[in-house]
C-alpha cells in the first residue's frame, strides 16, 4: 500500500514537472516570437481598453480588429459592450492560446469574434470600420502605411500608449496610465 502511494507521489510530481517544462518553454518561445516580430506581449489594462472602445465610437455590427489581440480582452469587450464582430491576429502561441481558451470558455461572445494565429502584415483588414493597436513605435512605424493604403474613408484607428508614426490625431485622451490616440482614415492629417 505504501509502495502504491510513494509511486502515485512520484508520477503526479513527474507530471507536475512536466507541465511546468512545457508551460516554461512555451512561454520562452512566445516571447522570443513576440520580440522578433517587435513588440512583447503586454496586456493592456481593463480601463484602458473600455476608454480605447468608446474612443473608437462602435456601433453594432461594425467589423474592429485588433491587431496582435494577445489573450483577447480587447476583442472580448468590444463584443460585450457593443455587439460588434472583432476580428484579431495574434502571432505568438502563448497569448494565441490563451485567447482560445477564453474563447472556449465563452461560446456566446466567441461567436461574434474570429482570431488567427498569423502575422496581421499578411492579412487584408480593408473591411474594417475600427483598428485597436496597443504596438511598439517601430511597429507602428510599419503599419502607418498598411493603415492608409488598406482602410476606407471615414473608418477609425485608436493607439494605446504610442501615437502612429505620420497620422495627426483626431483626438488625445491622456487621463489615463498612457495616452490613447484616435485617428480618422481620410480626414486632414
Ligand atoms: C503589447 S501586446 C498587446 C496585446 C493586446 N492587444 C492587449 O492590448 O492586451 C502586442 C501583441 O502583438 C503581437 N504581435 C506583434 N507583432 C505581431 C504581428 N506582426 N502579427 C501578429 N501579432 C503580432 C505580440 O505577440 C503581442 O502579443
Not at 485567447?99 to 502575422?119: I, Y
Request: hydrophobic share 40%.
Amino acid at each position: 500500500m505504501i509502495a502504491v502511494s510513494i509511486i502515485i507521489v512520484y508520477l503526479l510530481l513527474i507530471a507536475l514537472g512536466l507541465f511546468f517544462i512545457g508551460y516554461f518553454f512555451l512561454r520562452l518561445i512566445s516571447s522570443i516570437i513576440s520580440n522578433h516580430y517587435g513588440a512583447p506581449y503586454v496586456p493592456l489594462e481593463d480601463e484602458l481598453v473600455e476608454c480605447m472602445l468608446s474612443m473608437a465610437q462602435l456601433h453594432p455590427g461594425d467589423v474592429v480588429y485588433d491587431l496582435g489581440c494577445g489573450d483577447g480582452r480587447i476583442l472580448f469587450r468590444a463584443v460585450a459592450d457593443h455587439q460588434v464582430i472583432a476580428r484579431g491576429y495574434e502571432i505568438s502561441y502563448y497569448p494565441y492560446l490563451l485567447c482560445r481558451l477564453r474563447m472556449l470558455g465563452n461560446p456566446r461572445l466567441a461567436r461574434q469574434m474570429t482570431v488567427e494565429r498569423k502575422d496581421f502584415f499578411t492579412s487584408n483588414i480593408s473591411d474594417a470600420r475600427a483598428v485597436l493597436l496597443y504596438q511598439h513605435p517601430d511597429v507602428l512605424k510599419k503599419l502607418a502605411t498598411k493603415l492608409r493604403t488598406e482602410l476606407q474613408p471615414g473608418s477609425c484607428i485608436v493607439s494605446a500608449r504610442y501615437p502612429l508614426p505620420g497620422w495627426k490625431p483626431e483626438q488625445e485622451d491622456t487621463s489615463g496610465k498612457y495616452p490613447l490616440y484616435m485617428y480618422r482614415v481620410g480626414s486632414a492629417g
